[in-house]
């Protein structure tokens, strides 16, 4: 089992940037692949970002690919968010995949944390 609970979101104008941190419990969380989500109000979760164990496999959306950067460290994940636009504004949830590999789709990760809002503003 993995406890993930998030931080760092909040409001922000457009061309800022934010730092969000998702800090994980667990012994099991160093083999877990992880990722960031996004949902905005009346859409789906949609995928932003994953990597995996060792750090050493990274997959972004196209639509963050230069401007969002994540990583990880011993037990947490980060996601470092530039050049925001008020189309980033959305819930941002961390998640646990147990498989290790990275997955771009909700249904393969098994651990969620409570999300966190991130607003941008034009």
């Known amino acids: 089992q993995v406890q993930l609970v998030e931080s760092g979101g909040g409001p922000v104008q457009a061309g800022g940037s934010l730092r969000l941190s998702c800090a994980a419990s667990g012994r099991s969380f160093r083999r877990y692949a992880m990722g960031w989500f996004r949902q905005a109000p009346g859409k789906e979760r949609d995928f932003v970002a994953a990597?995996?164990?060792?750090?050493?496999s990274i997959d972004y959306a196209d639509s963050v690919k230069g401007r969002f950067a994540i990583s990880r460290g011993d037990n947490s994940v980060t996601l470092q968010m530039n050049s925001l636009k008020p189309e980033d504004t959305a819930v941002y949830y961390c998640a646990g995949d147990h498989t290790g590999l990275v997955h771009t789709t909700a249904p393969w990760y098994s651990f969620w944390g409570q999300g966190t809002q991130v607003t941008v503003s034009s």
């Open positions: 990597i995996g164990p060792n750090g050493g």
